[in-house]
């Protein structure tokens, strides 16, 4: 950002994306025509606030499953014109990235299952239709709130199955009663105090909206340490 409004200004960056950092630390250094620092300043600031306080967000959900076999993700909750970042920032904190788009898979949601519902079309309708007209490198994975139909979704041949806002002791029935190669996600309520019971309770990857949508800024600020100063 500060060398898009001045390609004269010299920046160094003084610690690389994903490293920890303690209160007190310079993180880059820029030098040069104070008035291109200043117009820049704010942009910039907002843009790595933000971004490290994903990172930093992700990071405390990562500790919290350490020696669990489960994968933190991300979802498409993000800022518009962000989502990139936004992801990348959530890699540098540990996390993974779900879909970026809708096309990277084919994901059967509470809605689409209300409206198809009303055609007459079961669960298991519902998800043998997108197995049959989906390609076959795409994922269809089936939202589900109840064991029964994570059950149906299982035997309708569903890739993955997402458990929306069940308990940790919900989830580690579903977990043991679903068989076959289905892989389970958690989503929905999750929380830094909860996601370890949910880690316990066997899924494979818990998905956390919060991580984009909720992360509070890192404190970062811009002090200005002139030389010399010229009028012009």
Avoid at 59 to 69: E, S
Avoid at 75 to 92: D, H, I, M, Q, S
Wanted: negative net charge; aromatic residues 4%.
């Amino acid at each position: 950002m500060f060398l898009k409004v001045d390609p004269f200004l010299k920046v160094e960056v003084l610690i690389q994306d994903g490293a920890e950092v303690e209160p007190g630390d310079i993180v880059t250094t820029i030098s040069g025509s104070a008035a291109s620092i200043l117009k820049a300043e704010r942009v910039a600031l907002n843009f790595l606030q933000s971004l490290s306080g994903i990172a930093s967000q992700t990071a405390k959900y990562t500790a919290k499953i350490q020696g669990f076999v489960v994968n933190i993700t991300d979802t498409r909750k993000t800022t518009p014109g962000l989502r990139l970042l936004e992801k990348y920032a959530v890699r540098l904190g540990g996390g993974q990235n779900h879909r970026f788009h809708l096309g990277d898979g084919i994901l059967i949601k509470d809605n689409h299952l209300a409206a198809l519902h009303t055609l007459g079309m079961s669960l298991k309708d519902i998800v043998a239709k997108a197995k049959h007209n989906a390609p076959k490198e795409l994922k269809v994975e089936v939202e589900v709130n109840t064991t029964q139909q994570a059950l149906d979704a299982a035997e309708a041949g569903a890739d993955i199955i997402m458990l929306d806002n069940m308990s940790p002791d919900e989830m580690r029935r579903t977990v043991n009663l679903v068989s076959g190669d289905v892989k389970i996600e958690a989503s929905g309520g999750i929380t830094l105090e909860n996601i370890p019971a949910i880690a316990r309770a066997g899924v494979d990857t818990i998905s956390i909206g919060a991580l984009t949508h909720s992360s509070k800024a890192l404190d970062i600020s811009l002090e200005l340490e002139p030389q010399t100063l010229r009028l012009l």
